[in-house]
């Protein structure tokens, strides 16, 4: 079965598609689905190794960068490779590397999104005209779910805060970017990964978004240990600034996990004033290869 990564707009059957192809050629890797989307899509996760203190790597939250879920996806299948083969990655025998590590793959937070403003009018459905309205006929600005929530801002940690922000900035309901909804974890998206981490034994979370070449970490007043250490590590082999952890307006995912399960949790954003095209792939990953790989073993 093919499961080559292509630098090329992908659907989310396509991405559904090279998953399968994955699990069927590497026996040793798992998929669950760790809920649905709004629009009912599996959100799936691939596990590889121990499923007790793995490191969790996150893609595809935000419908604008979709190039994410192409970097985790290439990633794990070149991970895959090697451990096949015996052969190092990045100058590491990862297959011994590994023993006793766990790490889970979850490549497409936000499928719906993804499908909007990677196919426009086609990964809409039934809110066609609506979000066709909210967008402007621009369906690649579209960062939220199908309910127009950006799924960064919908957790609980902070929420308060933000939709005072919000409404002070006349940001009263669903659009493309920057309303996290009427209540935390309203969405089946944001509910979906809340659970999972509450119920799993995750040790750390990677997660890849744009827009910004920088590596977030901490959430003041808290920052768990190997934080610092970690964030340093992967912005110096990705040429990445680093954003230290002080009180900051924007939300991160990650900010959610670190305030709730006090462990580490790292924000890579890649891309510079705007989240980079798939096209680009080839790049990206050379850039964020080594980071990925040494992500596995903190």
Not at 151 to 159: A, D, H, I, Q, T
Not at 246 to 270: G, N, R, S
Request: charged content about 25%; some cysteine; glycine content about 10%.
């Amino acid at each position: 079965m093919e499961s080559k990564i292509h630098g090329t707009e992908h659907s989310y059957f396509e991405i559904k598609r090279l998953i399968s192809s994955l699990v069927a050629r590497y026996p040793f890797i798992r998929q669950q689905s760790i809920g649905k989307s709004a629009a009912g899509r599996d959100i799936p996760v691939l596990f590889l190794g121990e499923e007790k203190d793995f490191t969790l790597f996150i893609a595809g939250d935000d419908g604008r960068c979709r190039i994410t879920t192409l970097i985790l996806l290439k990633f794990i299948k070149e991970l895959l490779d090697k451990i096949l083969s015996s052969e190092q990655m990045c100058g590491i025998n990862i297959r011994k590397a590994m023993f006793g590590r766990g790490i889970a793959i979850l490549p497409l937070l936000n499928p719906d999104g993804f499908e909007i403003a990677g196919r426009g009018e086609k990964g809409c459905g039934n809110y066609g005209s609506r979000i066709a309205r909210l967008c402007g006929g621009d369906y690649k600005k579209w960062g939220a779910n199908l309910r127009g929530v950006e799924l960064k801002r919908n957790f609980f940690y902070g929420f308060e805060a933000r939709r005072e922000n919000e409404r002070q900035n006349n940001i009263c309901g669903p659009r493309c970017e920057g309303f996290g909804g009427y209540r935390p974890e309203s969405e089946p998206e944001t509910a979906a990964l809340a659970q999972f981490c509450r119920t799993h034994d995750v040790r750390q979370i990677i997660n890849l978004t744009g827009v910004g070449q920088t590596v977030t970490y901490g959430n003041m007043p808290i920052l768990p240990k190997r934080s610092t250490k970690m964030a340093e590590v992967m912005a110096a082999v990705t040429s990445f600034s680093v954003t230290p952890p002080i009180a900051m307006d924007e939300p991160e995912l990650c900010h959610w996990f670190t305030y709730e399960h006090q462990k580490p949790a790292i924000t890579v954003k890649i891309g510079s004033r705007s989240a980079p095209d798939c096209s680009e792939l080839t790049y990206w990953y050379a850039r964020l290869r080594e980071m990925l790989t040494l992500s596995c073993l903190f």
